[in-house]
């Protein structure tokens, strides 16, 4: 089946606590993405990769990192979490290296207390 | 201005009927134009896509295009309360690789 996935689901953490959002399409897109959804303020960019090791800033990278150093991974690091990043985490891919139709992962809903 | 505006409903309609939604966006360079259903909790669902002027249907969807009034709105005609859900209407910028910019969602109920 053709998807992206995401681990984990669900996360609360603390305050500086260092933490990875893993991120794995098995459809061999060109394009990936990390999104944050947050009541109010709707979807908003934080990085996207249109290749391997080719990564750029969205809207909202600050407090924000990620790598591709493969194809079909594409993790989200939060080297030290705060309360303001508490949020609903999507990562997305797509075929085409613009990110044209991209395809959602199912989530990650963080908290930082 | 915002860069894609939704009507923030929330919409509703009775089942069997045709719900139309409506976005409208500010960016000319705006060249691809989609529409994501995304139900309570789950994550936003690739439903349309469109890319020239005029109308684009898919089964019971219909998105249509309008560049030069820089509209688009979708259609959902035989309304089923299974398509109750917040629509988000998302465009990109041609040869740009940054976001989707999306508009705010518009919620769509389907009264049985």
């Known amino acids: 089946e053709a998807q992206v996935t995401q681990n984990p689901r669900y996360l609360i953490t603390v305050t500086g606590k260092k933490l990875t959002v893993t991120c794995s399409q098995n459809?061999?897109?060109?394009?990936m993405s990390w999104y944050r959804q947050d009541p109010g303020l709707g979807l908003r960019q934080i990085y996207y990769?249109?290749?391997?090791?080719?990564?750029d800033k969205g809207d909202v990278p600050e407090g924000y990192k990620v790598s591709r150093k493969e194809k079909r991974n594409f993790p989200l690091i939060l080297e030290s979490p705060s309360p303001n990043q508490t949020s609903l985490y999507f990562c997305?891919?797509?075929?085409?290296?613009?990110?044209?139709?991209?395809?959602f992962g199912p989530g990650t809903r963080l908290t930082v207390l | 201005q915002k860069e894609v505006e939704q009507n923030s409903g929330p919409l509703s309609v009775p089942e069997g009927a045709i719900a139309s939604l409506n976005c409208t966006y500010s960016?000319?360079?705006?060249?691809?134009f989609f529409w994501y259903r995304q139900y309570s909790g789950k994550s936003p669902e690739l439903i349309m896509s469109?890319?020239?002027?005029g109308d684009k249907e898919d089964g019971r969807f219909t998105a249509q295009l309008n560049k030069a009034s820089q509209y688009v709105s979708l259609l959902i005609r035989d309304s089923q309360p299974s398509d109750s859900a917040t629509y988000l209407c998302?465009?990109?910028?041609?040869?740009?690789?940054?976001?989707?910019?999306f508009g705010s969602g518009t919620q769509l109920t389907v009264l049985p």
């Open positions: 459809m061999n897109h060109e394009y």
């Open positions: 990769s249109m290749n391997v090791e080719v990564t």
């Open positions: 469109i890319y020239s002027n």
């Open positions: 960016d000319r360079g705006s060249q691809s």
């Open positions: 998302a465009l990109k910028v041609a040869g740009s690789a940054r976001q989707l910019t």
């Open positions: 997305a891919s797509s075929w085409d290296r613009y990110g044209n139709e991209q395809f």
